[in-house]
T-cell receptor
Framework: KAGVTQTPRYLIKTRGQQVTLSCSPI?????VSWYQQTPGQGLQFLFE???????NKGNFPGRFSGRQFSNSRSEMNVSTLELGDSALYLC??????????????FGPGTRLTVT | TQLLEQSPQFLSIQEGENLTVYCNSS?????LQWYRQEPGEGPVLLVT?????EVKKLKRLTFQFGDARKDSSLHITAAQPGDTGLYLC????????????FGTGTRLQVTL
């Protein structure tokens, strides 16, 4: 079974621009979660999509948005980029169950650098 | 806001030594997971614990969930260079579809 794929792997953008990151979950998985990882703040939850609906949301400004398509692929968009948005953006896929043994599988991440 | 503090933040030890990483919170979690992340990769799930006082063993790794389900520990016996990486605990809050809150991380380096 193929793992979670994220594209692109590396991205350099200028302050004020916008960016779209893509995530393809494991086949059959219906849930996609997005996380931001920085040295200072660690791994922080952005949002989760399940069956094309946002099921959970973290504490990030409205500049961060996402969506999920009918094939479960997901995109994350960041508008008006700031220097502090430089981070590793991780996508995690799961079957979508809410049981205690909820397991999610992470992709390799997209390294975004804002200059 | 649920916070998970991990200690120590950094650990550099020699092959063969034992170590323990702690994950503490003032909040109760319905379950707690441990992940390991290597450079350039996403975190990989090691274990999930759900019952207060539960102990799980994975080869040389022993995981314990606190009785009150607020804290956890990871003990590695006879560490090997392959254990090097960033160890993250993550707690799931009570309630359905609760999101995961990740700990601050412990970076472990095991040298020969």
């Amino acid at each position: 079974k193929a793992g979670v794929t994220q594209t692109p792997r590396y991205l350099i953008k200028t302050r004020g621009q916008q960016v779209t990151l893509s995530c393809s979950p494991i086949s059959g998985h219906r849930s996609v979660s997005w996380y931001q990882q920085t040295p200072g703040q660690g791994l922080q939850f952005l949002f989760e999509y399940f069956s094309e609906t946002q099921r959970n949301k973290g504490n990030f400004p409205g500049r961060f948005s996402g969506r999920q398509f009918s094939n479960s692929r997901s995109e994350m968009n960041v508008s008006t980029l700031e220097l502090g948005d430089s981070a590793l953006y991780l996508c995690a896929s799961s079957s979508g169950g809410t049981g205690l043994f909820y397991e999610q599988y992470f992709g390799p991440g997209t390294r975004l650098t804002v200059t | 806001t649920q916070l998970l503090e991990q200690s120590p933040q950094f650990l550099s030890i020699q092959e063969g030594e034992n170590l323990t990483v702690y994950c503490n919170s003032s909040s109760v979690f319905s379950s707690l997971q441990w992940y390991r992340q290597e450079p350039g990769e996403g975190p990989v799930l090691l274990v999930t614990v759900v019952t207060g006082g539960e102990v799980k063993k994975l080869k040389r790794l022993t995981f314990q969930f606190g009785d009150a389900r607020k804290d956890s520990s990871l003990h590695i016996t006879a560490a090997q260079p392959g254990d090097t990486g960033l160890y993250l605990c993550a707690g799931r809050g009570t309630g359905t579809a609760s999101k995961l809150t990740f700990g601050t991380g412990t970076r472990l380096q095991v040298t020969l």
